[in-house]
């Protein structure tokens, strides 16, 4: 993780866990997490797989040019990333994997800025209540900010982050694959690359070991 909004998230939420896969969404204490409240949202687990906003920071709303609250957070992706997202976001609740991601932003007609995404699993009993705890922020001021609002959110590498064990698992977007013919899968296939076992979402791919360089 690169951005301080991130690491401070990250650190809290580690903290908070403890020696358990994932806090309960009811331990989060918004006043112990105030300095980035700005940059922080809360993701609901639907029925419809589209992931509505149960809360969103100021930052966040500014980038989008509007209230997120209770809007799609997998509307805000283009099309293919989005069915890969749908099919993911799960997953972070029901094996407790954080994840760190790499973005791209901009409104139509104006270069992109770079921004990072971070995604942390909440627990509860009822797993329909659990909730993904998020930060989003970028790592300059770009002077559309708060003026017009960014098309879509464009992903360029992802990171399953794995603290406890020596390796990381690095699930970058492949890009390239936007010409491929094939549509977004919704379950795991599984191939050989190179000699290794390789997991494919939708266009984005997890290679097993840690090409640690991605996003460190």
Request: net charge positive.
């Amino acid at each position: 993780m690169r951005h301080a909004a991130s690491q401070h998230l990250y650190s809290y939420w580690n903290q908070l866990r403890r020696d358990r896969p994932a806090p309960e969404r009811s331990e989060i204490d918004p006043a112990e997490i105030r300095s980035i409240l700005a940059y922080t949202f809360i993701l609901e687990m639907d029925a419809q797989a589209a992931f509505p906003f149960r809360l969103s920071g100021a930052r966040i709303n500014a980038l989008f040019d509007r209230e997120l609250k209770g809007r799609s957070f997998i509307g805000l992706w283009r099309d293919k990333e989005a069915a890969s997202m749908a099919t993911l976001l799960p997953r972070i609740v029901d094996h407790a994997c954080p994840i760190v991601a790499r973005i791209n932003a901009a409104p139509q007609g104006y270069a992109e800025s770079a921004f990072e995404l971070l995604l942390l699993p909440l627990w509860h009993e009822d797993m329909t209540r659990s909730r993904i705890l998020g930060c989003l922020a970028g790592f300059d001021h770009p002077a559309w900010l708060g003026l017009l609002p960014v098309e879509r959110l464009v992903l360029r590498g992802l990171r399953q982050v794995q603290e406890k064990t020596a390796q990381n698992q690095e699930i970058e977007s492949q890009h390239e694959a936007e010409q491929a013919r094939a549509k977004p899968l919704q379950k795991a296939s599984v191939f050989s690359l190179g000699g290794h076992l390789v997991r494919q979402y939708g266009h984005l791919r997890v290679y097993p070991g840690g090409r640690q360089d991605a996003l460190a």
